[in-house]
């Protein structure tokens, strides 16, 4: 479904207002997006257990956008688990980076989408809309192997993604007669029969010269009746509206986007894990790993309404250092302590 521009408010008495005012576009904010997990490229499903050498990706559920980690081992504890996962009653994903071996490895991968192989979608095509440019590549690669044979092992793994999709855009936008502040052709659907109308039918959109007011406190018509007097129009205003785009749609019947088009959101992301690992003994061992992830992504401003993907920009980026140490002193005491510290 393409993205849907939130109307400001009703769109006569918007662009009424900005005509009069000189108006500021409000900031948006970012959601948070949740994630999926894919084993090996299979979806995660209820089925517990461990699994090694895996490699997991984790698909933004959202954007779709995908980032491939490499890992020793991953296991999925459904419901209850032991009880070292305690004080939760769901499913508790466990991923364990890979290490060092005592030959050096290595894995290499690219991923990448070009525009030429995607087809246009439905309503992009539906308002002849070409299908806009749509680039993404992701790559990267890990490395492991010894500092010290049999002792002290290095593992390091690198990701870059590079991605531009399109956003379709619906929006009412102002008409050529509204920005010359003439609504004499607006229409609006009835929404409340309070108003003397039949919900769901076509009314005209009345404008009220809110300078003139009559003793009983009742807004009067201007000269024209729903034309703004020439006299009344704020240059300001008058700017502010100019930035608005042209509609794309003439005949767009009365609570129909007269707005269409698609523009490129531009997204990057890198990161990056780098891990030590040293064996003091077969019972005794201690690691260190340090992580960063960082990702920025905007999309132009069009009609200025973040809610909906439009006119925005983000940065995001994590750091996340691990120190762990395994003893095992007997074959049924084991001691792990772990110190984790992390910023945004």
Same mark, same amino acid.
């Given at each position: 479904?393409?993205?849907?521009?939130?109307?400001?408010?009703?769109?006569?008495?918007?662009?009424?207002?900005?005509?009069?005012?000189?108006?500021? *576009? =409000?900031?948006?904010?970012? &959601?948070?997006?949740? +994630?999926?997990?894919? %084993?090996? $490229?299979? !979806?995660?499903?209820?089925?517990?257990?461990?699994?090694?050498?895996?490699?997991?990706?984790?698909?933004?559920?959202?954007?779709?956008?995908?980032?491939?980690?490499?890992?020793?081992?991953?296991?999925?504890?459904?419901?209850?688990?032991?009880?070292?996962?305690?004080?939760?009653?769901?499913?508790?994903?466990?991923?364990?980076?890979?290490?060092?071996?005592?030959?050096?490895?290595?894995?290499?991968?690219?991923?990448?989408?070009?525009?030429?192989?995607?087809?246009?979608?439905?309503?992009?095509?539906?308002?002849? *809309? =070409?299908?806009?440019?749509? &680039?993404?590549?992701? +790559?990267?690669?890990? %490395?492991? $192997?010894? !500092?010290?044979?049999?002792?002290?092992?290095?593992?390091?793994?690198?990701?870059?993604?590079?991605?531009?999709?399109?956003?379709?855009?619906?929006?009412?936008?102002?008409?050529?007669?509204?920005?010359?502040?003439?609504?004499?052709?607006?229409?609006?659907?009835?929404?409340?029969?309070?108003?003397?109308?039949?919900?769901?039918?076509?009314?005209?959109?009345?404008?009220?010269?809110?300078?003139?007011?009559?003793?009983?406190?009742?807004?009067?018509?201007?000269?024209?009746?729903?034309?703004?007097?020439?006299?009344? *129009?704020?240059?300001?205003?008058? &700017?502010?509206?100019?930035?608005?785009?042209?509609?794309?749609?003439?005949?767009?019947?009365?609570?129909?986007?007269?707005?269409?088009?698609?523009?490129?959101?531009?997204?990057?992301?890198?990161?990056?894990?780098?891990?030590?690992?040293?064996?003091?003994?077969?019972?005794?061992?201690?690691?260190?790993?340090?992580?960063?992830?960082?990702?920025?992504?905007?999309?132009?401003?069009?009609?200025?309404?973040?809610?909906?993907?439009?006119?925005?920009?983000?940065?995001?980026?994590?750091?996340?250092?691990?120190?762990?140490?395994?003893?095992?002193?007997?074959?049924?005491?084991?001691?792990?302590?772990?110190?984790?510290?992390?910023?945004?």
């Amino acid at each position: 479904m393409p993205q849907t521009v939130r109307k400001l408010l009703p769109m006569s008495f918007s662009i009424l207002f900005v005509l009069f005012f000189a108006a500021t *576009i =409000p900031a948006s904010l970012r &959601a948070q997006s949740g +994630y999926s997990a894919q %084993l090996s $490229g299979v !979806i995660s499903d209820s089925s517990g257990g461990g699994v090694p050498d895996a490699k997991v990706t984790l698909v933004d559920e959202d954007t779709g956008i995908a980032r491939t980690y490499a890992t020793d081992n991953l296991g999925i504890y459904v419901f209850t688990g032991s009880a070292e996962y305690g004080n939760n009653e769901g499913t508790v994903v466990n991923i364990v980076l890979k290490e060092g071996k005592n030959k050096l490895h290595g894995s290499g991968w690219w991923f990448g989408q070009r525009s030429a192989m995607d087809a246009n979608e439905f309503f992009r095509n539906k308002f002849d *809309i =070409p299908n806009p440019d749509h &680039a993404r590549d992701q +790559y990267g690669f890990s %490395l492991g $192997g010894p !500092i010290k044979k049999e002792k002290t092992f290095f593992f390091i793994d690198f990701e870059k993604t590079r991605q531009n999709d399109p956003v379709n855009i619906d929006a009412f936008v102002p008409t050529a007669l509204e920005r010359n502040g003439d609504f004499r052709n607006t229409q609006v659907i009835c929404s409340d029969s309070a108003n003397g109308c039949t919900v769901g039918e076509a009314v005209q959109q009345r404008i009220f010269n809110p300078r003139n007011i009559d003793t009983g406190g009742n807004r009067q018509d201007f000269a024209v009746p729903n034309v703004i007097d020439s006299g009344l *129009i704020d240059p300001i205003g008058q &700017a502010i509206i100019s930035l608005y785009p042209q509609p794309t749609v003439d005949d767009a019947g009365p609570g129909e986007f007269n707005y269409h088009a698609a523009v490129l959101s531009k997204f990057s992301a890198r990161q990056f894990d780098i891990k030590l690992d040293h064996h003091f003994s077969e019972k005794n061992r201690i690691s260190g790993r340090y992580s960063n992830h960082h990702d920025e992504g905007s999309i132009p401003t069009i009609v200025g309404d973040g809610d909906f993907n439009d006119g925005f920009a983000f940065s995001t980026d994590v750091h996340n250092a691990v120190i762990e140490h395994n003893w095992s002193p007997t074959p049924t005491t084991i001691g792990s302590p772990r110190f984790r510290i992390a910023g945004f």
